[in-house]
């Protein structure tokens, strides 16, 4: 039991002024809790400390030690224990719901990027104060279960199109912080919906961090993929290939931008548009046709950029073998840039995470919500278009008929 509960009201205030580093308000709260919790127990008890009486039904047993977060500062309270029997304080009752709603508020601010020393103001606002950063980081450890959950759920049916994104984040491992690659899939399902079917951490991109990741997401029942489209990696794409076995698209954006690196200033208003005309074409003929026409066009003012487009064409094109309605969709990954820059600025924030966990739990809270957003919104894709792909129908059938006739 603590000095606080044996004191008298008297004796308390006579410490607090002798003390010039004392907290009143704090020892205040203390002693007419324990005062409280005395008078609870003597009453279920039947009887109080020392006291024999006939109404006795057990007795005392000790306490056990429960934080309580208050106006004034959290208080180490030492609750009874009966030797039959529970106790709980009655007071703490009606502060079940509103500690609840400061551990959401606290996880809340935590996926919304802000960090836990910020926290720690945000909660003072709510007039809790002298929550420590150990505490808030523990409070944002509720969120692993949930997290835990939906990395590691089956997956159902067939995910006809996959699309892979990694961002580099700074990890705090072995007193040390190294640049660690989050990794992020998704994919949309055959009902036409999008889904984040994977979230991982790894020390590097490499293949046989790919092939690990892949296999993963195997055994949980990935299956049907069409096509899988990313941003250039050769072990990425070895790893496709072994473990989906499954055409790539490298994103068209992506090289666009890459290209623009291997020419002079002045050229990349004109090797931009000439790409871009490979990547508008009505068909795969006329997209070949173009590319062939760009590389030469290309070969004696921009030689690097023209080696390789001619080195990445099969890669590049590979969405147009798919329906026409689906290529804007298919031919990068901008359509995941929202959701992967939000992830970006709440990392930023953070700044240095202070370990793999904590990296996974902050991303994989807000790809939870972004999940659940996109399960309840429109399909992404129509089930007209996607029966041409489960119907695994010619290419002729998927591309409209003017665009074949050219």
Partial sequence: MTDTQSMTTQELVRRTLLDEHGDFLREAVALVAAQLMDAEISAQIGAGRGEVSADRVTHRNGYRPRG?????GEIELQIPKKRSGSYFPSFLEPRRRCEQAIVAVVMEAYVNGVSTRKVDRLVEQLGIHAMSKDRVSALCRALDDQVEAFRQRPLEGAHLYLWLDAKVVKVRDRGHVYPKALVIAYSVHES????VIGLDIGEIETEAFWVAFLRSLRERG???VRLCASDEHLGLKNAIARVLGCPWQRCTVHFVRDMLRHCRPAQRGMVSAALREIFNADSHKAATERCGDVIERLRAPAPKVAELLEGAEEDLLAFYGFPAAHWSKLRSTNPLER???EIGRRADVVGIFPNNASAIRLAGALL???????LVSRRYLSEESLALVLGDHDIEEMVPAE???A
């Avoid at 309580?68 to 004034?72: A, G, I, K, M, Y």
């Fill in 368 to 374: 939870i919500e972004q999940n659940d957003e996109w």
């Fill in 339 to 341: 959701v992967n820059r």
């Fill in 192 to 195: 036409g919906r999008r889904e």
């Fill in 222 to 224: 990935l299956t049907g």
């Fill in 403 to 405: 665009s074949i006739a």
């Fill in 68 to 72: 309580w977060e208050t106006r004034v």
